[in-house]
């Protein structure tokens, strides 16, 4: 499952890099779920959009919850159950299909993260036993509450 080809940075040039849309999902872990999952290329996007518009409002409760393993300025990566995503998908009707094609998409994000972080290996070994979630935040650095956020996610007051 490696793509150690990948530079792990965002907006390489690699020509993978597509519109993202509203979901922080890109690049090289778009196309690799794309042709990899068991469902249209063109349905992976909307099905990611649909996660981060059930996710991006939860992102406190995953910040108090979860063990978060990135915090960028527009999106945060955490390590959750792995039948975690099977409470999102029943929740948003998904099929199995779809379901699996969007943990597909954001393992392969974790992964990406790791590999420009310098700790693919640490994330590797953590998806053996735990899910990847990627949730998208506001690029200014404000939480949904509207307070700041420092660089480790924290509040920042």
């Not at 979860?66 to 409470?87: G, K, M, N, Q």
């Amino acid at each position: 499952m490696s793509d150690d080809a990948d530079s792990g940075t965002r907006g390489d040039g690699d020509g993978a890099e597509q519109d993202t849309g509203p979901y922080p999902i890109e690049g090289t872990a778009l196309v690799k779920t794309a042709a990899l999952a068991s469902v249209p290329a063109a349905r992976v996007p909307k099905l990611l959009a649909r996660v981060q518009a059930d996710l991006g409002p939860r992102v406190d409760a995953y910040r108090r919850r979860y063990e978060r393993i990135s915090a960028e300025s527009d999106r945060e990566t955490f390590l959750v159950e792995p039948d975690h995503w099977e409470a999102v998908g029943d929740r948003l009707g998904f099929s199995e299909r779809e379901r699996d094609a969007v943990v597909r998409a954001h393992e392969a994000a974790v992964e990406r993260i790791g590999s420009g972080s310098g700790r693919r290996a640490e994330f590797d070994t953590a998806l053996e036993i735990r899910s990847g979630v990627v949730i998208g935040v506001d690029a200014d650095g404000v939480d949904a509450d509207g307070d700041d956020v420092d660089a480790d996610g924290g509040d920042g007051d």
